[in-house]
Structure formats: structure tokens, C-alpha cells
């Protein structure tokens, strides 16, 4: 049984990882130049996000001295939005490599941001992000059954949402493959999001009752630091003793590398496919000038009772081949479990 949930071409909505955005915004370069004074502003606010917000203060100090430094060599002087844009984001890599911190110029997510922060957002503008992701289908974008094998596999490549109706898209495709014994839930390409949504799936694989302490999330001012634990209550059947299977590549990232690692450190899954990104430090988009916004990393996430997470590491899989022949071994592994169960009960 087949059932493919289509997806248009849209712009997914804003999601914790800027990844996406990179591919999508690499608009032609124009003949005008920022300023030395709006170059000085966005530097500016870039240091004080950082000093406030970056959740290692002596990485953020190195970032900042960065920043000081290239000015002070006049890197940043005669450039366009886009080269400044990417200018800025090689300097800040180059010092630590933190593929969240992104400076990225999109002159229509920009003007969103903006009006958010005014609040001055209209109805039409939650109009069309709300189409978008339903054109998007939340994230989901195929499941699949086969009887022969009792596996289910499900496609999340657009990203992981907290909308009601993501959830309720979630729970669909999770319902489909409650009576599969083996899951295959495949986020090979799945750029990030929120990780409720992987907390939200990661609940179907235990007891009800049997929370499970799921990530930890590190703050620069600890007092502010997060217990994120699977919900207590998920709609419809679990699937305890379902075998699963995560697949990932290099583009797994973010929030989709925080389900597959804390499903690994639970020993609740298998990871079949590449080392993912390494993106382990969540944070929010701030409009800065000339149409530039940039992800502010604010949260490192780590595994519970440890500050050990996957940031500039990546999920390292327990099989590791190729990100394309991903799904075809987790159902070599499939097979080859279920030949050796039958030969044994046939002694």
C-alpha cells in the first residue's frame, strides 16, 4: 500500500536551521553597496547578539574580536548585500565553524521578519505561510506499507513543524504505521525545524507512562537552560516494540539530527546512512539591513546529564553507508533479521 502525500514547490516556513535558505536566496549580485555606516550598524548588532545571546562566551568574544578586526582592515568596505552577506558568515565560520551562525540576504523573508518584530504582521501574511506549509503538507511527504515485511516507511523531508495541523499530519502518518513491526522513518534531506516535533514522534516508540528524558538545552545564562522530554500522551497506538530505523545524510540537520541522535542515545533506534551536518545549537532569525537577516544560535543541545551533543560532530549512524542507499540497507537489514528469525524456527 502506497499512499504519497504531493508537495508544490513553496518556501517551507521559518525553521530553526537557515540551511534552506542558502540555496534558494543566491540572487544575482546588484551594482549598489552597503555603506560603511549600515556595515558598521549590521557588524554592530551581530556582536551584541552574540555577546548577549551565543551560548559559549569565549566563542563568542572570538567572534566579535573577528568582526572588529575585519573592519578595522576595511574586509567589508565596497561590497554588496549578498558578498557582505557571505563575507561576513566565512569570517565567522573561519574563527569557529558553527553552521548555524548564518548571515544570509532574502529581501521577502527580511520584510516578514521585520513586520513580526513591529508587529505589524497582516492577516494576509499568516495567510500565505499557512499555505505554504499546507502545500508543503507540514513536512511529510510520502507513507508507505508493505505487508510482505510489515514495514512502514515514512518520508519527512520538508522540515519539522509545531503547527496544530503538523502535529495532526504527524499523527496521521504515525496511525498508518502503528501495526508495521518495523518503522522506517526517513529524514535524509529534513534541513530542521522545531524539535517538538521530533519529541512528539519519538512518544509513539514507548509505553504511555514511559517518558523518556529526551535532549538538554544549554543557554549562556543557565538559568534558562531546557528539559525536553517525550510527551506523555500521543493520539492513537504506540509502537513500543517496533523495530525502527532513521534514515539520514549530510543535510539532516538541526532539529531532525537532534531526533535521530537522542533516539540513538535512548538505544530506542538505528541510524542508517551519512554523518549528518553537526548543527547542534538552536537559535531564531533576526532582520538586521539591507535586507540581511541572520540565525542567531542561542541554545547548544546536548544529551541529558551531559554537554556532549552532535554541534560540528553530526550523528555518526550505527550503519554507515551512503545517504542514497540509506533506505535500501535499513531493508537489507529488515530482511536479513527476519531470514535468520525464520531458519531458527524451522530447526
Given at each position: 500500500m502506497k499512499l504519497h502525500l504531493y508537495k508544490s514547490a513553496a518556501l517551507l516556513g521559518a525553521l530553526c536551521l537557515p540551511l534552506y535558505m542558502s540555496a534558494q536566496t543566491a540572487a544575482k549580485d546588484t551594482v549598489h553597496v552597503?555603506?560603511?555606516?549600515?556595515?558598521?550598524?549590521?557588524l554592530t548588532r551581530i556582536s551584541k547578539q552574540l555577546d548577549e545571546g551565543y551560548p559559549f562566551p569565549e566563542i563568542a568574544k572570538k567572534y566579535i574580536a573577528t568582526l572588529k578586526n575585519q573592519e578595522s582592515r576595511k574586509a567589508y568596505q565596497d561590497l554588496t548585500p549578498e558578498k557582505l552577506a557571505r563575507k561576513i558568515t566565512n569570517d565567522l565560520r573561519e574563527t569557529h565553524k558553527d553552521v548555524h551562525l548564518t548571515i544570509f540576504h532574502?529581501?521577502?523573508?527580511?520584510e516578514q521578519l521585520t513586520r513580526s518584530f513591529s508587529n505589524t504582521r497582516t492577516p494576509e501574511d499568516d495567510k500565505l505561510e499557512l499555505e505554504r506549509k499546507r502545500q508543503n503538507n507540514y513536512g511529510f511527504d510520502a507513507v508507505e506499507l508493505n505487508k510482505k515485511t510489515s514495514t512502514a516507511y515514512i518520508k519527512i523531508q520538508g522540515g519539522f513543524h509545531g503547527d496544530q495541523e503538523a502535529f495532526e499530519m504527524a499523527a496521521n502518518a504515525m496511525n498508518m504505521a502503528a501495526y508495521s513491526k518495523n518503522i522506517i522513518i526517513d529524514i535524509r534531506d529534513n534541513g530542521g525545524g522545531t524539535g517538538m516535533m521530533g519529541r512528539f514522534l519519538a512518544g509513539y516508540f514507548f509505553n504511555a507512562g514511559d517518558e523518556r528524558y529526551y535532549l538538554h538545552g544549554y543557554h549562556k545564562d543557565r538559568s534558562k537552560d531546557i528539559q525536553e522530554?517525550?510527551?506523555?500522551?500521543?493520539?492513537?497506538?504506540?509502537?513500543?516494540?517496533?523495530?525502527?530505523?532513521?534514515?539520514?545524510?549530510k543535510h539532516t540537520a538541526s532539529a531532525t539530527e537532534g531526533f535521530a541522535?537522542?533516539?540513538?542515545?535512548?538505544?530506542?533506534?538505528?541510524?542508517?546512512?551519512d554523518t549528518t551536518a553537526g548543527a547542534g545549537i538552536a537559535g531564531s532569525m533576526i532582520p538586521l539591513k539591507e535586507n540581511l537577516v541572520v540565525f542567531m544560535p542561542v541554545k547548544m543541545v546536548a544529551a541529558p546529564g551531559s554537554d556532549e551533543g552532535w554541534e560540528g560532530i553530526g550523528v555518526l549512524p550505527?550503519?554507515?553507508?551512503?545517504?542514497?542507499?540509506?533506505?535500501?540497507e535499513a531493508e537489507k537489514l529488515i530482511k536479513k533479521e527476519q531470514d535468520l528469525a525464520s531458519a531458527a524456527r524451522t530447526k
Open positions: 552597503v555603506s560603511k555606516e549600515v556595515t558598521h550598524e549590521i532574502n529581501k521577502d523573508y527580511y522530554w517525550t510527551y506523555p500522551f500521543v493520539p492513537g497506538k504506540r509502537m513500543p516494540d517496533s523495530k525502527l530505523y532513521i534514515l539520514v545524510n541522535f537522542a533516539m540513538q542515545q535512548m538505544h530506542r533506534a538505528t541510524i542508517v546512512g550505527d550503519v554507515p553507508v551512503k545517504g542514497e542507499d540509506a533506505r535500501t
